[in-house]
Structure formats: structure tokens, C-alpha cells
């Protein structure tokens, strides 16, 4: 044994490859774990084990391998967040503006938060405005609910692990279980609605923009007056907003 090796411990080591690896993926099997890091099975089973009872990792909803705990969500630093990711994004935002005439913003999750990254201001005279750099939370968010649909359901107990949720507009979600059965529908129609739930006066429309993983996802929502925002007048700017992602 070299004198380096001397002081490695090998099971914190293991451990920590096993982090390195969900800080860029989904879920994680047994199976991934011993053929990846070349380990027994019953080695990469104790340290996921180990990873989930101090919350690093979760069972995921299907109970067919390991995803992402409430402490690493928590500490993992969304990639989406560097700057160039931010370049990227600018043009689709400027076409959005210029093809919807509405206000847009991206943003990612950050633990139960939603976080508004980047966006443009509609030039109606009539505008909810556009407050980038805003924290707020996240199940009361139409960009926010569509990210936590991305998550499983053992992720999202944990992060809200009470019934009652804070009520921010009029019809905000204000308990886990409303949540939980929106998360679903948002689930199977691949987009989010919030109407009056962020606040009094505003509906919003969320799709997502990029991500193959739980740190590179990034919502795109236009959010504009309920006066512009009936069901109908939101579904023609998710089918616009669609028509602009899957040609970006």
C-alpha cells in the first residue's frame, strides 16, 4: 500500500463516489453502484444504506433503486446556476417575449425554494412584473410545482414534511396532499398551472427548459394577468412555448 493509499478509508470513499454519482443522475441501483465503482454488492448496499439513513439518498418512488436524499438536494448546487447556463437560455427568452408579448422568467429549485434566475418584461401596459433574483415557495409556484413533479414522492415528503403548506395568494395549494394530487396531473400533462396561487391577480404557465438530471432542470414560465390568463389563453401560450423549446 503506497503511503497516500495508507490513509484512505475505503468505505467513506465509497460513500462519496456514490454522492459524485447522484449529484448527476436521477436514481441509482445496488447493481450501478458495484459495477461502477467495482465494489461487492454487499458493500455498495451497506454504503447506500449508510448514505440513507443521514438523508443523502432516498428510495425512489418505484422502489427500484436510489435517488437523491433531502440533505444532498439541499447542499448540491444547482448547475444551472453558473452563468453560461444563463447565455444559453437568453435567446429562447427574447423569442418568447417577442412571440408572446408576455412577461417570462426561468427558474430552478433550490431545496423547497424556487428561485427565479433570469427573464423579460412584457411591454403591456397591464404586467405582473418580473422580479429576478426572487426566492419564494416553491409548491406555490407554477415553475416550482413542475420541478418538484420531476422529483419522487419520498424526495418531496421530505422537503415538505408537514400537511399544512404556507399559503402565499388566494388559491394556493395549503396542504401536501392538494400538492401532491396536482404534482400528479403535472406529472402525466408534462406542464404546470398556477392560477392566483403565487399571488392575488396572477396566472402562470411553466414547461420545462433543460435538464437531464435533478441539478440541470430549469422551469420557463410566462406568468401574466388573470385578465389574459383564462384556461383557454393559457393552453395557447403552453402550445407556443412548446413550439419554441422543440425548435431551441
Known amino acids: ?3 497516500e493509499n495508507q490513509y484512505i478509508i475505503g468505505s467513506l470513499d465509497t460513500g462519496l463516489q456514490i454522492l459524485e454519482l447522484m ?36 428510495l425512489s418512488s418505484s422502489g427500484r433503486g436510489y435517488a437523491a436524499g433531502p440533505r ?3 447542499i448540491g448546487s444547482p448547475r444551472c446556476l453558473d452563468p453560461q447556463s444563463r ?16 412577461s417570462v422568467h426561468t427558474s430552478l429549485l433550490l431545496g423547497d425554494q424556487l428561485l427565479v434566475v433570469d427573464g423579460r418584461r412584457s411591454k403591456h401596459r397591464v404586467d405582473i412584473g418580473l422580479r429576478v433574483g426572487m426566492v419564494a415557495p416553491a409548491h406555490g409556484m407554477a415553475g416550482g410545482k413542475l420541478l418538484l413533479s420531476c422529483l419522487s414522492d419520498d424526495q418531496i415528503f421530505a422537503l415538505f414534511p408537514d400537511e399544512s403548506l404556507l399559503r402565499l395568494g388566494p388559491k394556493t395549494l395549503s396542504t ?66 412548446q413550439g419554441i423549446i422543440a425548435d431551441s
Do not use: C
Open 23 to 58: 449529484l448527476n443522475r436521477d436514481t441509482v441501483t445496488v447493481t450501478d453502484i458495484a459495477t461502477e465503482l467495482g465494489v461487492a454488492r454487499s458493500t455498495a448496499h451497506r454504503a447506500l444504506t449508510t448514505l440513507e439513513r443521514r438523508h443523502f439518498v432516498a
Open 176 to 241: 401536501r396532499t392538494a400538492l401532491m394530487d396536482d404534482i400528479a396531473e403535472i406529472r402525466q400533462n408534462g406542464y404546470a398551472v398556477a392560477v392566483q396561487e403565487s399571488e392575488r391577480g396572477v396566472s402562470s404557465i411553466a414547461l420545462l427548459l433543460s435538464g437531464a438530471s435533478w441539478r440541470d432542470r430549469m422551469a420557463i414560465v410566462i406568468s401574466v394577468p388573470v385578465e389574459r390568463g383564462s384556461w383557454e389563453e393559457l393552453m395557447v401560450l403552453k402550445d407556443r412555448l
Open 87 to 102: 447565455i444559453e437560455a437568453r435567446p429562447i427568452l427574447n423569442r418568447v417575449l417577442e412571440e408572446t408579448e408576455e
Open 1 to 3: 500500500m503506497s503511503a
Open 72 to 74: 444532498l438536494v439541499e
